[in-house]
């Protein structure tokens, strides 16, 4: 596709319920991310893919949150047992892999899921 | 582990006048890429400027430019000729040039409001 697609671009779900976040990258590029945003915050690494494999879920912050790619395509993020600390938008990214031209130094955003515990 | 700082929770200027946002970082390592990014309140986040870390000459992209300080680990960007339309929160991201450690490392991000 053209861009990073994400969806739903909002979700309201109530405590205790799973969620998935979908997202869809730039066509062709092996590279993806996935960053949480509290409101009015900086940006959290979660967890990044190369292909289908995850070198670094690092940024996970417990496990309740689970990532995967298929067809080194589109990737979904789930939330088990969502608490009302989860609720942010959620980013997702993609890159070709990294390399020495100016277009493979750069990640590319989609516009985000707003989820919202209640 | 990289850290990227931005001091400054808030700016303002003037339509027409340029404003310089700050940040600053810390690495070990030698090459690596340098990023401001604009996030207006859609939540999109732009790509408004890169820097690659063994280029010397400062990136400039029409209205914006940076000074990079490779030894004092600064990478300051500045806006000429504001515009309504910079109004949004800008970030400052580092990418390692290791493969294995491709991700963004983004500071806390600096809310830039224009008046008119």
């Known amino acids: 596709g053209a861009g990073v697609s994400q969806s739903p671009s909002n979700k309201v779900t109530e405590k205790g319920k799973d969620v998935e976040l979908r997202c869809d990258p730039i066509?062709?590029?092996?590279?993806l991310y996935w960053y949480r945003q509290r409101l009015g915050q900086g940006l959290e690494f979660l967890i990044y893919?190369?292909?289908?494999?995850?070198?670094?879920k690092s940024g996970l912050p417990s496990d309740r949150f689970s990532a995967e790619r298929t067809g080194e395509s589109v990737s979904t993020l789930t939330i088990q047992r969502t608490q009302q600390e989860d609720s942010a938008v959620y980013l997702c990214?993609?890159?070709?892999?990294?390399?020495?031209?100016?277009?493979?130094?750069?990640?590319?955003f989609g516009e985000g899921s707003w989820l919202t515990v209640v | 582990a990289q850290t990227v700082t931005q001091s400054q929770p808030e700016m303002s200027v003037q339509e027409a006048e340029t404003v310089t946002l700050s940040c600053t970082y810390d690495?070990?390592?030698?090459?690596?890429?340098l990023f401001w990014y604009k996030q207006p309140p859609s939540r999109q986040m732009i790509l408004v400027i890169r820097?690659?870390?063994?280029?010397?000459q400062n990136a400039t992209e029409n209205r914006f430019s940076v000074n990079f300080q490779k030894a004092a680990k600064s990478f300051s960007l500045k806006i000429s000729d504001s515009q309504l339309g910079d109004a949004a929160m800008y970030f400052c991201?580092?990418?390692?040039?290791?493969?294995?450690?491709?991700?963004?490392?983004f500071g806390k991000g600096i809310t830039l409001s224009v008046r008119p």
């Open positions: 991201a580092y990418r390692s040039a290791r493969r294995a450690n491709s991700k963004l490392t």
């Open positions: 066509s062709g590029h092996t590279a």
């Open positions: 990214a993609s890159s070709l892999r990294l390399g020495i031209g100016q277009n493979e130094n750069t990640i590319y």
């Open positions: 820097q690659e870390a063994y280029k010397q």
């Open positions: 893919f190369q292909g289908n494999s995850a070198p670094d």
């Open positions: 690495t070990s390592e030698s090459d690596y890429y």
